[in-house]
Nanobody
Framework: EVQIVESGGCLVQAGGSLRLSCVTS????????IGWFRQVPGKEREGVAW????????YYEDSVKGRFTISSDNAKNTLYLQMDSLKAEDTAVYYC???????????????????WGQGTQVTVSA
């Protein structure tokens, strides 16, 4: 059984930092495309950052470049998202997701992840 459990979301002031964790089990973590997505009410879920071992690349959404850092610990089957210099517009439910195809040519495209966590709420107060 695949399990993906996020943690670390909370209320933080603008300019602050948070570290999200995503503990996984039930699938081969190392070598699987995995990343963070976020969603606010009324908007589509968007990719924030992902690690793509299949093409040896890391992706960051433009608005988080230079502020967020994605990393992984294969020994712990865990994915992290270090979020610094947080802004009010970063407020969202953050989801960890795994096992999806990724292409990187002139831009990025990806398929729908097979596995999702339940999400963790990040609220940034202005």
């Amino acid at each position: 059984e695949v399990q993906i459990v996020e943690s670390g979301g909370c209320l933080v002031q603008a300019g602050g930092s948070l570290r999200l964790s995503c503990v996984t089990s039930g699938f081969k973590f190392e070598g699987t495309n995995i990343g963070w997505f976020r969603q606010v009410p009324g908007k589509e879920r968007e990719g924030v950052a992902w690690i793509s071992p299949s093409i040896s690349k890391v992706y960051y959404e433009d608005s988080v470049k230079g502020r967020f850092t994605i990393s992984s610990d294969n020994a712990k089957n865990t994915l992290y998202l270090q979020m610094d210099s947080l802004k009010a517009e970063d407020t969202a439910v953050y989801y960890c997701a795994a096992d999806f195809w990724i292409l990187h040519g002139n831009g990025w495209s990806h398929g729908k992840p097979h596995y999702w966590g339940q999400g963790t709420q990040v609220t940034v107060s202005a």
